[in-house]
């Protein structure tokens, strides 16, 4: 066995054995894509699928991250086990980050049976970090019975997170915009929970009206009022997404959704491991750089330079000319 | 694919002074350093901010007190991080704040590494951690000396 195999082993088995200093030092590897990671994810993969992953989004300053410490307390309350991930953006220029979620759910740190992680999203645009998928898959196969992830402050498009979830719940906020915004595409579609935050502000009727107006009776999705501050209307969010999995399961949906997931994972690792195998050399790297500039001047276009990148794999590098 | 991984660093306040300016303003320089930072805010108990340590599996811990009760509460933050594995052996611990001379010595006899006082630069703490973190990385012991 070699020394990688044998320490992904050991952190496993201390893991499944509750080690949570065990847990957090696997997530570590996992995000880092470390080789330890990845070892450790294929031996706990089998032990995945069990825990409800459901997917907290919206814009910046919405009340995501008290939301998601309210209803991660619903949960205990209800006596199960919960996982968080919070996403919060790196810099895209010093790839530094502040994470700053667990301000917002302090009351969390005093219970054993939550583990709440930070994750910053390292250049990923989607609204999660590239592992932040494996990330929840560690803490389902640690046992934690529900998994909430929190993304970044999402705008229109950050979709990622309806992958990654079972269930996804949309925060919106009264006096964010017209009636136009909610009709967009993007986030709006990805939604199965609506949810109003900070219900006690005006306007909240005018938007609950327009959400039940863009969401067609048969879809079934809720539009839900809280105010997470005050705990207000958590209960409620919790029932409804428990409601969506349940859907999920009698209607079958939940076999398609896992397929499609699987089908995503593996084309997005393959994508990667590709590009690394690549880059992986010297020669590689000296082969990009080579490309990069006869693009930056103009000799090459960056789709025929992604062609020669390809077809050079291996070879010598290529001719930029 | 760079298995580079950014420096984790919690930036922690135990204690019940308000007084965050300092522990925002060299969380903001360690992430313009390229640092991910862990911010809990204010009123942290030492459980709390143990417990949070463990969970992000920091590489760096810093606290800021203003209150002039470090020599009541760092013990207790030692011992909350110890209990959960987190040592002083592997990751940093360092302190800023209103700490007198005298009260120094004990805590690096407790495991703090540096003690950064009023006039300390963001400069010299961001190149104080950076050091810490490239002697680690190169696989000595980090001695944490400047």
């Known amino acids: 066995m070699t020394a990688t195999a044998a320490e992904a082993e050991e952190l496993v088995s201390r893991l499944l054995g509750g080690d949570r200093r065990a847990l957090a030092r696997a997530l570590t590897f996992v995000e880092n894509g470390d080789p330890v990671g990845r070892q450790a994810l294929s031996l706990l993969y089998p032990k995945t699928g069990r825990a409800q992953i459901a997917g907290i989004t919206g814009g910046s300053g919405t009340g995501k991250s008290t939301l998601t410490g309210q209803l991660a307390k619903e949960y205990r309350r209800r006596g199960r086990s919960v996982g968080v991930v919070a996403v919060d953006p790196s810099s895209p220029f010093s790839h530094g980050a502040l994470l700053g979620d667990r301000i917002r759910m302090q009351e969390l740190t005093a219970d054993r049976d939550v583990f709440v992680r930070s994750m910053a999203t390292r250049g990923e645009l989607g609204g999660l970090a590239a592992t932040t998928g494996d990330v929840a898959a560690v803490l389902d196969a640690a046992g934690k019975q529900v998994v909430l992830i929190e993304t970044v402050g999402a705008g229109q498009d950050e979709v990622e997170v309806a992958s990654a979830a079972d269930t996804t719940v949309v925060v919106l906020t009264p006096g964010g915009g017209d009636g136009v915004q909610a009709m967009k595409a993007g986030i709006m579609e990805i939604a199965d929970v609506l949810v109003i935050n900070k219900a006690d502000l005006a306007g909240v009727d005018a938007l609950a009206a327009q959400l039940t107006a863009i969401t067609p009776r048969d879809t079934h999705v809720p539009v839900i009022r809280t105010v997470a501050t005050r705990n207000e209307g958590t209960a409620e969010l919790a029932d409804a997404i428990d409601a969506h999995r349940q859907r999920l399961e009698s209607s079958g949906e939940r076999e398609r959704v896992a397929l499609d997931r699987a089908r995503r994972q593996v084309l997005a690792q393959a994508r990667l491991q590709l590009l690394a195998g690549l880059l992986d050399s010297e020669s590689g790297r000296a082969r990009l750089d080579q490309l990069v500039k006869a693009v930056a001047a103009r000799e090459l276009d960056p789709y025929t330079a992604a062609q020669r990148l390809l077809d050079s794999a291996g070879g010598e590098p290529a001719s930029t000319t | ?146």
């Open chain 2, 1 to 146: 694919m760079t298995n580079e991984r950014p420096t984790r660093v919690l930036i922690a306040k135990p204690g019940l002074d308000g007084h965050e300016r300092g522990a925002k303003i060299v969380a903001r320089a360690l992430r313009d350093a390229g640092m991910e930072v862990i911010y809990t805010g204010i009123r942290q108990t030492p459980e709390m901010i143990a417990e949070a340590a463990l969970q992000e599996d920091v590489d760096v811990v810093g606290l800021s007190i203003l209150s002039g009760a470090h020599a009541e509460l760092f013990p207790r933050v030692v011992a909350a991080l110890k209990e959960r594995g987190v040592v002083p052996e592997e990751v940093l611990f360092f302190a800023g704040g209103i700490i007198p001379d005298e009260d120094i010595p004990a805590l690096k006899e407790l495991g703090f590494r540096e003690i950064f006082r009023p006039g300390a630069s963001t400069r010299d703490i961001v190149e104080y951690v950076r050091q810490w973190a490239a002697e680690r990385a190169s696989g000595g012991e980090a001695t944490g000396k400047p």
